[in-house]
C-alpha cells in the first residue's frame, strides 16, 4: 500500500468512527458511515470497495434509520403518547445528548438521550393535564424505544464499519 493509500484508509476509518458517534448521539451516522465509504471507493477506483458493497451499505442504513424511527414511534405510541409528546421525546433526546456528552469521553451521550427522551414525553404528557403516573409510562415507553432504537441502529453500525474493514483489509 502507498503512503496516500495508507492516509485515505486512516481518514475512511476516522469518519467511520464519527458515524457511530452521531449513531451515539442519536443522528443519522449510518449515512456518514455510507457517504465516507462511497467516497473511499470512487477515490480508489472501486478497488477494494465495489458497487455492490455500497449497494449493500445502502440497504443496510436505509433498514437502520427506518428501524430506528419505528421503534422510538412504537415505544411512545405502546404507552399511550400523543404526537406532541413524541415530538417532546425526540427534541428532549437529542437536548439529552448534547448536554451529556461531554461526559465519559462522549458515553454520556447515550444516557442523556434515554433521560432526554423520557423526560421529553413525560413533560409534554404532563403537560396535556394527564394524570403523572399516565405521563410516567408515556415517558417510558419513549425511553424504551429510543433504546431499541439506538441498540439497533448501532448494531448496523458496527456491521458496516465491520464490513468495511473485511473489504478492505483481505
Same mark, same amino acid.
Given at each position: 500500500m502507498s503512503l496516500l493509500a495508507i492516509l485515505g484508509t486512516i481518514v475512511l476509518f476516522a469518519f467511520l468512527a464519527a458515524g457511530l458517534l452521531l449513531v451515539v448521539l442519536g443522528m443519522p451516522g449510518t449515512l456518514v458511515i455510507l457517504a465516507s465509504t462511497g467516497?473511499?471507493?470512487?477515490?480508489?477506483?472501486?478497488?477494494? !470497495?465495489? !458497487?455492490?458493497?455500497? !449497494? !449493500?451499505?445502502?440497504v443496510i442504513t436505509l433498514a437502520a434509520e427506518g428501524l430506528d424511527l419505528i421503534a422510538g414511534m412504537w415505544g411512545a405510541k405502546k404507552y399511550g403518547s400523543s404526537k406532541k409528546a413524541m415530538l417532546g421525546a425526540l427534541m428532549g433526546g437529542a437536548v439529552g445528548s448534547i448536554m451529556l456528552a461531554p461526559v465519559a469521553f462522549g458515553l454520556g451521550a447515550i444516557p442523556g438521550a434515554l433521560m432526554g427522551s423520557f423526560g421529553g414525553a413525560f413533560g409534554v404528557a404532563a403537560l396535556e393535564k394527564r394524570r403523572m403516573g399516565d405521563a410516567a409510562w408515556v415517558g417510558y415507553g419513549a425511553f424504551l424505544g429510543r433504546l431499541i432504537g439506538t441498540i439497533l441502529?448501532?448494531?448496523?453500525a458496527v456491521s458496516m464499519i465491520v464490513i468495511n474493514a473485511f473489504a478492505i483489509f483481505s
Open positions: 467516497v473511499y471507493a470512487y477515490s480508489t477506483g472501486f478497488e477494494r !470497495v465495489t !458497487v455492490k458493497l455500497l !449497494v !449493500v451499505l445502502l441502529k448501532g448494531t448496523a
